[in-house]
């Protein structure tokens, strides 16, 4: 004490100020490294909150995509009942067949038809056909098959989707073609249901492979220490670092850690959940992350998990503490030694920088005074510092503040190189950037798969219409055709085979300039473009089409357009056609592959509509020719003593009209029988197809080849006999069975024979075998 006050003021003053000056700065700086501290472990923990949002929307990308094509592939079936029943398998056929070809994800596409919505004579309300195509050994297979004859299976999915007529996406599932282990992949299907008039009509799914998110959980380690997990809604893992762990439930694995945290249930809830645990992958305390993943509309999320250790969290704001305290002791030595030295000015600088302080620590930049210190010494060069280190977190916090407004094309000046908060905020602009190019980049495929889907229903449709008239039908598809792809005129051309010795490609429709032009053009084959590309079977895109453009040979003629796309009509590898649509505009490659579609579409709408011509011209021929017979028959009969006196015409009739019936026995399937169904006779061709013998045909009932055994009692049977009776004649296509238990389809035509009392003496059925067709 009496040292004390012997002390001068200045001694006093300097060590009041010195002690007084020490403890404010040192509660300053604690409350700071504090709230850098916590800040900087909030900022690590946002950034893995941040990381498991942008992988979950990377998974939820890459398999919404597959459920979108899988739902595509349903609206594809929509409006099946306005398809020909004998088209529709081998048109559905081609489209499973063409998306298993072109989504290497999907191990398998399938539909599953309800019968009695595709067959006109069954009406029981269960029993499906199913078709599929399923990726083997580097090949596609195709498999067909019948389930639920008996009944349907009430606890299977299939019936719940029947019931619920909603789309669906299975839970993951093992499956193995071969029944190995080895060979087992997870899958999942998403299933898409056909209503008619919200009547149920079957189902159609893909089943996917889900091995490359495993291979995705593989190459993502979040700060190069922690790992990330996928798990669907029932807690199965679809993807984690310890492959044992695959197509597990979580639950039956920690079944005390999914308790605990009610994972199950905020999964489902697809909420955004996290927490601490010990994790037993990574051996220590770890933060894990839960970001929803959405499955197409369904309400059935999966999760994504991210696993960072503590420790390296903590570690990062361990270590910028420990250069905070060491800059904090610094900096206290250097507060003695100007204290000491500027004991007077000290004090109002100090306070000024201690509120700044204490002002940036809450994080309010807007209320911060500038220092005005005029001094040139540390004083001033701290006030300096200060008002830059403020005026750059205000700019930094502006830069934040646009971006999160939208606005990515704002400037921002780093304070240093080692700005960490700078080179954060402009990485975080670079990903939105590209975010949002990515973004506009699935807008614009999206929009092209819109534009093509849509087109191949317009011409579904215009395909379904007139396609006896095939002028009338080619000229629709050629006018719509040029619209749809907004060029200026275009041709189709069909090969007329009608002489065997003369095949040449006949311009069968023209359209130019918002007209109808009609022309008749016909080229041979190998002739110019047209002809080259009908004899290749290849596409041909002509680009800077020059002046001497007829010369180089077009089928159109006329204006010079910069661009001509000529298309074969392909069926089964048999060109039946070409497509020339011209341009003043470049096609696109969406639009060529678009145009190489429809026309696949269009010759095979052109190659049934031949087959029913031909067979309408063997029928009418038929048709005649039994007209004649009969005639001669009668004939014979009035004439009998005239024959007598003219063996040798008799003999020259008799030897034609077995010509005829021979003919007849070689392209139509021909059955007899009298009036009370018995069978009379057979030719070779129906004992071919039926795989019965005369011997066991002749003296039966024709009922003995109905595929449906109350056929016999229906009206419709009722009706027949009716008509025979009343000496009409029946057409119509029809289901036999045969021997061996196998169906096949006739279409042909029944007439009556009677005697000159017109008493019906029997009945002649004489049809074509359509069974590969349909």
């Not at 209503?195 to 593989?218: K, M, P, S």
């Not at 439930?249 to 005390?256: M, P």
């Not at 969406?590 to 190659?607: D, L, Q």
């Not at 030719?683 to 003296?699: A, F, H, M, P, R």
Request: proline share 2%; net charge negative; glycine share 6%.
């Amino acid at each position: 004490m009496e040292f004390f006050n012997r002390m001068s003021i200045l001694g006093k003053m300097l060590f009041f100020i010195l002690v007084v000056s020490i403890l404010i700065y040192v509660i300053s700086f604690s409350y700071i490294l504090v709230n850098l501290r916590q800040k900087t472990f909030d900022d690590a923990t946002q950034l893995a909150n941040t990381q498991a949002k942008e992988y979950a929307n990377l998974v939820t990308k890459d398999l919404n995509y597959d459920f979108d094509l899988t739902r595509g592939l349903g609206w594809a079936f929509q409006g099946f009942e306005n398809v020909e029943h004998e088209e529709m398998d081998e048109f559905y056929n081609e489209i499973l067949k063409i998306f298993i070809e072109k989504n290497p994800n999907f191990f398998s596409t399938w539909v599953s038809w309800e019968l009695n919505a595709i067959l006109d004579d069954y009406y029981l309300p269960y029993g499906r056909a199913r078709h599929s195509f399923f990726q083997h050994e580097g090949r596609i297979d195709y498999q067909t098959d019948t389930l639920d004859l008996d009944g349907d299976d009430e606890g299977s999915l299939y019936y719940q989707l029947k019931i619920n007529k909603e789309e669906a996406i299975t839970n993951p599932y093992w499956y193995s073609f071969t029944g190995l282990e080895e060979d087992e992949h997870l899958m999942v299907s998403p299933c898409i249901p056909l209503l008619i008039n919200d009547h149920f009509a079957g189902l159609v799914g893909t089943d996917i492979i889900l091995d490359r998110f495993q291979e995705f959980i593989h190459s993502i380690k979040p700060f190069d220490v922690g790992y990330i997990f996928l798990i669907s809604n029932d807690g199965t893992f679809v993807g984690h670092p310890d492959e044992s762990f695959l197509g597990e439930k979580i639950y039956e694995i920690e079944n005390e850690y999914a308790e605990e945290y009610n994972l199950i249930e905020n999964i489902q809830q697809g909420e955004f959940f996290n927490h601490f645990r010990d994790d037993g992958i990574l051996n220590e305390e770890a933060y894990v992350a839960f970001s929803p993943v959405p499955v197409g509309n369904l309400d059935n999320p999966w999760s994504l998990g991210v696993v960072v250790p503590v420790s390296y969290i903590m570690d990062e704001a361990d270590r910028i503490l420990f250069r905070s305290v060491m800059a904090g002791v610094l900096g206290l030595l250097v507060l003695i030694v100007v204290i000491y030295i500027i004991a007077k000015n000290i004090t109002k600088p100090l306070k000024v920088t201690t509120n700044v302080l204490q002002t940036i620590s809450k994080g309010d930049l807007n209320n911060v005074q500038k220092l005005e210190v005029k001094t040139k010494d540390e004083l001033g060069q701290i006030a300096k510092a200060m008002n830059s280190l403020v005026d750059g977190l205000k700019r930094t916090a502006n830069f934040a503040q646009q971006i999160g407004e939208g606005k990515l094309d704002t400037d921002f000046e780093l304070l240093d190189k080692n700005d960490v908060l700078g080179n954060s905020l402009l990485n975080m602009r670079e990903s939105l950037i590209k975010a949002e190019k990515e973004e506009e980049k699935r807008k614009e495929e999206d929009n092209k798969r819109s534009w093509a889907t849509q087109g191949h229903a317009m011409f579904a449709d215009i395909l379904r219409q007139d396609n006896d008239d095939l002028n009338e039908l080619s000229f629709k598809v050629i006018k719509n055709l040029v619209k749809y792809l907004n060029a200026n005129q275009g041709g189709i051309f069909i090969l007329n085979d009608d002489d065997e010795n003369n095949k040449f490609l006949e311009l069968t429709a023209c359209y130019a300039f918002d007209r109808r032009k009609y022309l008749e053009k016909s080229i041979e084959i190998g002739e110019g473009l047209v002809g080259a590309t009908f004899l290749e079977k290849k596409t041909t895109y002509l680009k800077d089409v020059p002046q001497d453009y007829i010369r180089i040979t077009s089928g159109l003629g006329g204006e010079n357009p910069s661009c001509v796309l000529i298309v074969p009509l392909i069926v089964n590898e048999e060109a039946l056609g070409v497509i020339e649509v011209a341009s003043f505009n470049p096609f696109e490659k969406h639009e060529i592959e678009f145009v190489e579609k429809v026309a696949e579409s269009i010759a095979s709408t052109i190659s049934s509509a031949k087959i029913n011509a031909k067979t309408a011209y063997l029928l009418e021929q038929s048709q005649q020719q039994a007209e004649e017979m009969r005639a001669q028959e009668e004939e014979m009969r009035q004439n009998m003593e005239e024959m007598h006196a003219t063996q040798e015409e008799m003999s020259r009739k008799e030897k034609e009209l077995r010509e005829q019936i021979e003919l007849i026995n070689q392209f139509l399937v021909k059955l007899e029988y009298d009036a009370n169904g018995k069978i009379l006779d057979v030719n070779d061709l129906y004992t071919q197809i039926s795989g019965y013998s005369k011997s066991e045909l002749i003296g039966k009932h024709h009922s003995i080849v109905f595929d449906n055994p109350n056929f016999e009692t229906s009206e419709n049977y009722k009706k027949f006999w009716e008509l025979m009776k009343q000496g009409k004649s029946s057409k119509g296509i029809f289901k036999r069975i045969g021997k061996n238990g196998k169906y096949f389809i006739g279409k042909g035509i029944s007439y009556p024979v009677k005697d000159e009392n017109g008493n019906l003496i029997k009945v002649i059925e004489l049809s074509v075998d359509i069974t590969e067709k349909e």
